[in-house]
């Protein structure tokens, strides 16, 4: 790593940020993707990043991110320093988050992963930090490693190869249904899915859809049946309660579960061998329904398996060290 450095000393640590699906380049999708698939059974590689050290920079509550992420950051031998920004922090004296993080990267730390309520953090700190950012979800943005993780079980589960790149998922219709507007989720996959091929429709609610925002690869359903017809992959969303604007009502949970809600007779309009995937956190009997999270199409859990798999090969990467990963091959 070095001995810290700072804002004066000029030029950045070696490896590559990920702020944003747009900052990865063809190759380098199918190459985070292979080296996770290849990591998924893999307990641990402490040598690849001993001597790391990564700050888990959270604003926003997470479990399944932040805990992911320190899970991969100590099986690749890194060190992991939590940071919140709350009352234990300088920001208790009205110190900005930009003064404390810029002061904990000038300390020579090799990576900060970040998660932040503004949209665009992640790019910000991108332009103002020496070391690598990792975006782990800003605001209503994006949500990079989440849509890998999405795109990784998806190839898990239907045996493709992640080294046909572009043409990974082609020939999966994908059916991503609920929050589009404020979910980063959504922000992440909406741009990803489509690259590798696939054939992906979104439905939501009026008020958390807009269908001119899609992106042009993108198809529009009207309601939630319209889209699970012929699914292969269903990603229910869940409704971003903390961003939505005030003067947005919306049905009570009965009624919305009633509509657009996933449940075990309307999963029968997908095809017979169709998964439901979910980023979490889940409102059950909201969005979903227990016996669909639960059942025997559902792959929730090992989305959850996979976002370890696919952070470790995001830190490596970030640090430069992705070479010594392994990698699956087709």
């Known amino acids: 790593m070095g001995g810290p450095v700072g804002p004066s000393s000029g030029g950045r640590s070696v490896g590559a940020d990920l702020c944003g699906i747009g900052d990865l380049e063809d ?48 099986r690749l031998g890194a060190d992991v320093v939590a940071f919140d920004g709350g009352a234990s922090t300088s920001a208790s004296k009205g110190e900005s988050a930009l ?70 998922l082609k020939g999966l219709r994908i059916a991503i249904c609920g929050d589009i507007l404020h979910s980063r989720v959504a922000g992440s996959d909406l741009r990803l899915l489509p690259r590798l091929g696939a054939s992906v429709v979104a439905a939501g609610p ?24 012929g699914a292969d992959v269903i990603m229910m969303l869940r409704v971003q309660r903390e961003r939505l604007p005030a003067a947005l009502e919306l049905p009570d949970d009965v009624s919305y579960h009633t509509r657009w809600g996933l449940s075990v007779p309307r999963l029968g309009l997908a095809k017979a061998g169709a998964i439901v995937l979910h ?50 091959h087709p």
């Open 99 to 168: 003064d404390a993080l810029q002061n904990l990267d000038a300390m020579g730390f090799d990576a900060f992963v970040v998660r932040d309520r503004r949209q665009g953090w992640a790019r910000r700190l991108r332009g103002e930090l020496r070391a690598r950012v990792i975006n782990a979800g800003d605001g209503i943005g994006e949500h990079p490693t989440q849509a890998l993780l999405d795109a990784a079980t998806i190839l898990e589960v239907f045996g493709r190869s992640a080294a046909e790149g572009k043409n990974s």
């Open 206 to 229: 009026p008020g958390l859809i807009d269908p001119a925002a899609l992106p042009s690869s993108v198809d529009f359903a009207e309601s939630l049946d319209q889209a699970l017809v």
């Open 279 to 328: 980023p979490g956190p889940m409102n059950r009997g909201v969005e979903i329904a227990s016996e669909v999270a639960d059942g025997p199409r559902s792959r929730i859990l090992l989305q959850a398996h996979l976002g370890v798999a696919v952070r470790m090969a995001v830190l490596a990467r970030a640090c430069g060290r992705q070479n010594l990963l392994p990698r699956a």
């Open 27 to 74: 190759v380098e999708l199918a190459e985070i993707l292979g080296h996770a698939l290849a990591l998924r059974e893999l307990p641990s590689l402490p040598e690849v990043l001993r001597g790391r050290q990564i700050v888990a920079a959270f604003a926003e509550p997470s479990t399944r991110t932040r805990m992911s992420f320190q899970a991969a950051a100590r």
